[in-house]
């Protein structure tokens, strides 16, 4: 394996995991520590070692050396057994065409080939947010295609002074294995809030657009191969409605790119804000994990930030290395944190007593367990 220096780890294991790290920019150091800390300490009970290798990459990489990901830094990354990723961008660090510079989000998912974008929504108790829904109805799952669609057109667009154009394309091999993946996900879990039923909802605008009925039509020949798992269309608008008024419904939703960029920050508004949200990047070969914020330049640095999205995006991480009681733990430990009061959010989503104090409350609920 080639890696960077280990950045640190324990001394002695069973088993030793190999896991990058970028730390990302604006709070991202801050959120990256803590989810260290917190894998470190959900495996060390178990003998297990971790090795963390630091990848030097995102705005403030591309400020100082022109390049958001240095050369060899996805070899390296297909060879970690995960990679955790703090939030990257600058809103001063861009391209001549006024496009932000430092993103990873095309280079990783594209060159890793990390083709599903899972975003978990669920509402903790202890935990208030606009809407007046209780804890036990929203948890989802929205699978988000990462590699085509809209965003497909990235840096690829065409413009002028008079006008402007994006393609959205879509393949049916990419369309396949974000839905098999769609149904795999839901198979592995409870079902929906409202009735327990395992279900898959396609979200599309097919009533509009070619690319989306062809999205429709290669998600009902899976569904055909899946008769265990309930399978139902919602076009986007609709599911934006649905989301809000009756979340419990909902089990695992399945979409592409750009209406998955939208709908899980909708999502996140009915769970308590962003800095709630974690989210895995799955390929067949290689795997990453991180918050769905941004960097919030604007508080980095002041230790207010709130952890518990790069946490659980932390405990998807042990889950795919097969630490899944391990990954439960570190859950368990969020949820009673705020169940109990020792983590509170403020109006803002921020942690009362910072970024600290909420990670010790998670940790201290960890060694308890």
Do not use: W
Not at 77 to 87: M, N, T, V
Not at 116 to 122: D, K, L, S, T, W
Not at 219 to 239: C, G, R
């Amino acid at each position: 394996m080639q890696n960077s220096a280990p950045i640190s780890g324990p001394a002695h294991s069973d088993r030793t995991f190999h896991i990058g790290v970028i730390e990302g920019d604006g709070i991202g150091p801050e959120l990256t520590a803590a989810a260290t800390a917190v894998l470190e300490a959900a495996l060390r009970p178990r003998g297990v070692r971790l090795e963390f290798h630091l990848e030097d990459a995102g705005a403030a990489a591309h400020r100082r050396t022109g390049t958001a990901l240095p050369d060899g830094a996805l070899e390296r990354i297909r060879d970690y057994d995960a990679l955790i990723k703090g939030p990257v961008g600058l809103p001063d660090v861009r391209h001549p065409d006024g496009t932000e510079a430092g993103l990873l989000g095309g280079l990783l998912r594209g060159g890793l080939d990390a083709y599903a974008n899972v975003r978990p929504m669920r509402l903790l108790p202890g935990v208030s947010a606009p809407t007046t829904h209780r804890p036990e109805d929203i948890d989802y799952v929205i699978v988000r295609e990462n590699t085509e669609g809209l965003y497909l057109s990235r840096g690829r667009g065409v413009r002028n002074e008079r006008a402007a154009s994006d393609q959205l394309l879509l393949t049916r091999k990419g369309v396949e294995r974000v839905v098999r993946r769609a149904f795999a996900l839901a198979r592995g879990r409870n079902g929906a809030p409202a009735d327990g039923v395992r279900r898959v909802t396609c979200v599309d605008k097919a009533n509009v657009l070619r690319s989306f009925a062809f999205f429709r039509d290669v998600f009902d020949e899976v569904a055909a191969s899946h008769p265990d798992v309930e399978a139902e269309h919602l076009h986007a608008d609709a599911a934006a409605a649905a989301l809000v008024a009756h979340p419990a419904r909902f089990d695992v939703l399945v979409m592409e790119n750009l209406l998955g960029d939208i709908l899980s920050d909708l999502g996140a508004a009915t769970v308590g804000g962003l800095g709630m949200c974690p989210s895995a990047n799955l390929g067949d070969t290689a795997a990453y994990f991180e918050p769905i914020h941004g960097s919030a330049p604007d508080i980095a640095g002041t230790g207010a930030a709130n952890p518990t999205s790069q946490i659980l995006s932390a405990a998807m991480l042990l889950e795919h290395i097969g630490h899944v009681d391990e990954a439960g733990a570190v859950r368990a430990a969020v949820a009673g944190a705020y169940a109990s009061g020792a983590v509170a959010l403020d109006d803002r989503g921020r942690p009362k007593g910072g970024t600290a104090a909420a990670t010790a409350a998670v940790l201290d609920g960890l060694g308890r367990m």
